[in-house]
């Protein structure tokens, strides 16, 4: 793992050991592609947005999101790209033959009835045939039950990363195969006279990251296998882009060779929305590699490297440019599988993995297998890439893909034309000519990546290459928390679950904890928009001027001395905000919005990441934030995410109520106990809760400290446990939350009150102070802690106690006092400390209480509490005389709050007839546009029109009229409680946008009343 980091963690290269083998085995190898199994999805993980199909097309002309950037902007840069796979062949009355494998419906070789393609198909079984879109990583809707390659492997999703692993925050994945190609009399099986095409079988994997690094960028991965008999020479492997950057006119392209990358750009810079464009480029990942050739084809060192090899023998040699000489497995040609965390399978799931259940095949037996981290096909190193070879920038339309002998006429030869355009580009790029023989699989990755100008997009790439070079290692971020959302009047309230802060890392290496990887949490961020892409948010700019980060409404961290900007940055210059250390919160409510007006949340998990990982550091991340928004305007939020909109509540609505504040029946903790409704529509009307703390004792370095353990929350009436001993007593962070309610905490620490200790009764004028016996040295070091026992002591004109402490080498004095708890009135133990050696209590003189603790805290069975000394210059403790001594007390085992609901949320018929009044047209006049209006799904123009009527009651109908009484339209209006508004879309009955004027609306609501207005739509 050593020579992993010192190769790998350069400052942006993060990572997970859960790396497991992309096998490509399905257990039918008869099954041939299957039109009815075609599907769209959308992947949306990051700031890239697209649809792709299960045919191994991305994006798609005016089906959106069409490669949008960034997600909900509307912004679009591409119509469609398509994977080719192309080889030599004859076919069966000897004639040479190029057929052309693709998918692409613009010039697609079709069948004669024109029913279908002569191309790609997906084949059966890698999705839920019931679902409407191919299996995705995050929809386990999507998955089938059983997964034809990995039929044990059922109930996990298929990762790239191994059984279950889901590295990537998105991640796609189908097969396609080409038996539906029928142009040819080629027949690829010898054993097969009914299969067709090329006999090739694709599988296709799209992933995606949130990370900072790698947010505007979709990994492809493309593994095609010669499932037939036949070996081919020749064979090409290749891409074709249909772009549309801003716009399908001025475009412009170019690619760099050293840099692997082919870029497009806007040449006016301006896109159809009105505003700056971006640049959007491809970069070459992976080739197929030649592994017999005897050249070292990828320039490492090495020389025909292979990710089928097998483990080979056991020997001390080269491993290239990878690093000095080494012992290593021979098939492992550069020498990075480490038997100590790489040994774990051919599943890729080690012990200390999520979904582990024992071990499988090669687990533990000291030698590489296929599948495992860092060996074969999960090592991008062990193979002899041939780079990309074939190049054509073109105006659209130039080469037809339905031409399979001009394709492979330019691509075969290795042509590459260099000519920009100013036009509607077409990219044509491929691999090969190399052999594919029978049996064998070959890997093309491609990036899809994005920037804002060519310089962003030439970091990107490079930083992309990094992220490949070490196998697509990131360090995850912690998981996403469980958001449940709840608008009001002019409010809303999230509230969420702690998921998250159990999250461990794989690449951060084990805990001390013992318990498994590094946990890696540290806080939680709030974003809010008015559009669900979360633009608004992302105004924070790096080095460069581009937009980065998001602005948070709200930040939550851990008190962990973790704050302020992370050290170790982006190449971009930008530096993650890390928060002010001010604790963690389950709960919060924004009252800056608008009633009638839709905001969208995203409640995202943190880490901090490690500046002291590998030579650079390790940058932090945060989870994904997911809202999807289809043609109809449907929206689709993720576990973290909600859309939400404040209303004002129907007429006369009423809501719940609990008691002021709940009452202490037991105990003397000194905090405060508040309870906060959070959710109005779940508050029970009458019913009892109790409140019970809990405490524990814990042993610091060198002292010991009572502290609150946690509360329980009983409801009464139902003899039920609601809340299970909560940790969460932070003020304000309120978690979790029971019947609409949650228990904010306002706590104590154990303090000396000064101002309610001294003489009660008695002649003294001494005074009293307290600190806490903590000292590092002296007979009591180590013994002392902070405990909040009260106490008082009696002064007695007769000898009537003794002091203890022989023990620890002091003099066991008799006195004429006793320490009594003041709660319980029990005596205590007690040191004295007596510096004038008089046996009575004078100035300077020092009493400490003792109590009983547990052997594991305290090896002589008790220990030492408070120092309290007594001070003063006028008369010392007579007989008869009490002092109090007083401390500030965290909440405990003896605490116990009592509190009732009395009213749940309901609607009162007589204030619903008074609210009437407030019934009114929004906004009134109505003008061209208004802040209520939701944005368009399309890319331009203006979003739904509405005029909002507030105030209405529960159910009511409201009728629209001309001035001169013609009825315009009718709404009928049917609610719940805390919903009082209704939209109109300004249209007529028959469907006709209204003209200017003056309108009448009728409210009429049963029971309750009627109520008329007038407003006014103007230009």
């Known amino acids: 793992m050593k020579n992993i980091l010192a190769k790998y963690l350069l400052l942006f290269l993060l990572g997970t050991l859960g790396f497991a083998q992309e096998q490509f085995t399905p257990a039918d190898i008869d099954a041939v592609g299957d039109r009815s199994w075609r599907r769209m999805g959308v992947l949306n993980g990051n700031l890239i947005g697209t649809v792709y199909f299960n045919t191994g097309q991305v994006s798609k002309d005016k089906v959106f999101p069409q490669l949008e950037w960034p997600v909900g902007s509307g912004h679009i840069y591409m119509d469609t790209v398509v994977p080719l796979v192309a080889a030599e062949a004859r076919d069966v009355n000897g004639n040479l033959i190029h057929p052309l494998e693709v998918n692409y419906e613009f010039s697609n070789d079709v069948s004669p009835d024109g029913l279908t393609e002569w191309g790609w198909q997906p084949l059966p079984g890698y999705l839920n045939f019931n679902q409407s879109e191919p299996a995705v990583s995050h929809k386990t809707q999507t998955w089938p039950e059983v997964w034809p390659d990995h039929p044990d492997w059922a109930g996990f999703w298929n990762g790239f990363f191994g059984r279950g692993i889901q590295n990537a925050d998105q991640e796609a994945y189908y097969v396609v195969d080409d038996d539906a190609d029928e142009e040819f009399l080629f027949y690829p099986n010898a054993n097969d006279q009914n299969r067709r095409g090329l006999g090739m079988r694709m599988s296709v994997r799209g992933l995606q990251w949130s990370q900072v690094l790698a947010e505007d960028v979709i990994f492809w991965i493309f593994d095609v296998r010669n499932v037939g008999t036949t070996d081919y020479e020749k064979t090409l492997f ?61 320039e490492d060192g090495l020389t025909d490297e292979s990710r089928d090899s097998g483990p080979g023998q056991f020997l001390f040699g080269p491993v290239g440019d990878y690093g000095p000489d080494k012992d290593h497995w021979s098939g492992d040609e550069d020498g990075d599988w480490n038997p100590e965390t790489d040994d774990v399978g051919a599943d890729g799931v080690g012990p200390l993995d999520e979904g582990y259940f024992g071990p499988d095949d090669g687990e533990g037996d000291g030698i590489p297998t296929d599948g495992e981290p860092n060996f074969d096909r999960t090592d991008l190193d062990e193979s002899d890439q041939i780079g990309l070879e074939g190049v054509s920038l073109h105006s659209w339309g130039d080469f037809p893909l339905d031409d399979d002998e001009k394709i492979w006429n330019f691509l075969a030869n290795k042509n590459r034309d260099e000519s920009q355009q100013f036009s509607n580009i077409g990219v044509l790029y491929s691999s090969g000519p190399f052999p594919l023989d029978a049996g064998r699989i070959e890997r093309f990755s491609i990036a899809l990546l994005m920037g804002a100008d060519f310089d962003d997009l030439v970091r990107n790439k490079e930083i992309v290459q990094r992220i490949f070079d070490a196998n697509y290692r990131f360090a995850k971020p912690p998981s996403k928390p469980l958001v449940k959302a709840v608008a009001g009047d002019g409010f809303v309230t999230l509230t969420w679950d702690r998921e998250a802060e159990d999250s461990r890392d794989a690449f951060l290496g084990l805990d001390p904890d013992g318990l498994g990887f590094k946990k890696d949490f540290e806080g939680y961020i709030i974003y809010r928009s008015t559009d669900p892409g979360l633009l608004d948010s992302r105004i924070i700019t790096d080095a460069f001027g581009n937009n980065i980060f998001r602005s948070p409404e709200a930040q939550f961290d851990l008190k962990n001395g973790v704050f302020g900007t992370d050290k170790v940055g982006l190449p971009n210059g930008a530096h993650f905000y890390l928060g002010d250390d001010t604790g963690l919160a389950h709960s919060w409510t924004d009252t800056n919005v608008i009633n009638g007006r839709t905001y969208y949340y995203a409640v995202v998990s943190y880490d901090a990441g490690d500046p002291n990982l590998g030579s650079g550091g390790l940058p932090p991340s945060q989870s994904t934030s997911i809202i999807e928004k289809d043609l109809s305007g449907n929206i689709t939020t993720d576990k973290n995410t909600a859309m939400v909109t404040p209303k004002i509540p129907s007429a006369g609505y009423t809501p719940p109520e609990i008691e002021n504040e709940p009452d202490h029946i037991q105990g003397d903790g000194s905090g405060e106990v508040f309870v906060r409704i959070l959710l109005p529509g779940d508050v029970p009307a009458s019913r009892t809760y109790q409140i019970a703390f809990s405490d524990t004792i814990v042993r610091e370095e060198g002292y010991f400290l009572y502290n609150t353990a946690g509360y329980s929350v009983w409801n009464m009436d139902e003899n039920q446990l609601v809340v299970e001993n909560s940790v969460y007593f932070e003020p304000g962070d309120i978690y979790p939350i029971f019947d609409g309610m949650g228990v904010d905490v306002n706590n104590a620490t154990t303090s000396f009150l000064s101002e309610s200790s001294g003489l009660r009764s008695g002649q003294s004028d001494f005074t009293i102070s307290a600190v806490p016996d903590t000292s590092s040295s002296g007979a009591t070091a180590g013994l002392g802690g902070i405990y909040p026992f009260d106490y008082y002591i009696t002064f007695f004109s007769s000898i009537v106690d003794t002091s203890s402490g ?89 605490d116990i709050y009592e509190f009732s609901s009395i009213e749940a949320a309901g609607i009162n018929q007589s204030k619903a007839r008074q609210d009437l009044n407030l019934v009114a047209a929004v906004p009134n006049p109505y003008l061209v546009a208004n802040v209520l209006e939701p944005k368009s799904s399309t890319t331009s123009g203006r979003g739904e029109r509405v005029i909002t009527f507030i105030h209405l009651p529960k159910k009511c109908t409201i009728r629209i009229f001309t001035l001169r009484g013609y009825l315009v339209d009718t709404i009928v209006h049917d609610s719940i409680e805390s919903d009082g508004m209704a939209k109109w879309n300004i249209t007529s009955k028959d469907g006709i946008d209204v003209s200017y004027g003056v309108y009448l609306f009728h409210v009429e609501a049963p029971d309750v009343g009627n109520k008329i207005g007038r407003f006014a739509i103007i230009k």
Request: aromatic share 14%; hydrophobic share 30%; no cysteine.
């Open 238 to 298: 290749g891409m074709f882009i249909d772009s549309k950057n801003g716009g399908h006119d001025f475009d412009n392209g170019f690619y760099d060779t050293k840099l692997d990358i082919t870029y497009i750009w806007d040449q006016t810079g301006t896109g159809t929305w009105g505003g700056p464009t971006g640049w959007i480029g491809y970069g070459y990942l992976e080739s197929p590699g030649i592994s017999n050739d005897g050249i070292d084809n990828d």
């Open 806 to 894: 022989s023990d620890l080498g002091l003099s066991e004095i008799p006195v004429n006092f006793t320490v009594r708890t003041s709660a319980d009135d029990q005596l205590v133990d007690f040191i004295f400390l007596d510096n004038d050696v008089d046996q009575v209590v004078t100035s300077g003189d020092i009493i400490i209480p003792l109590i009983r603790l547990d052997t594991t805290l305290s090896s002589s069975g008790y220990g030492t509490t408070w120092r309290i000394g007594f001070s003063g210059s006028g008369t010392p403790p007579q007989p008869d005389d009490i002092f109090d001594v007083v401390f500030s007390k965290p909440f405990g085992f003896n």
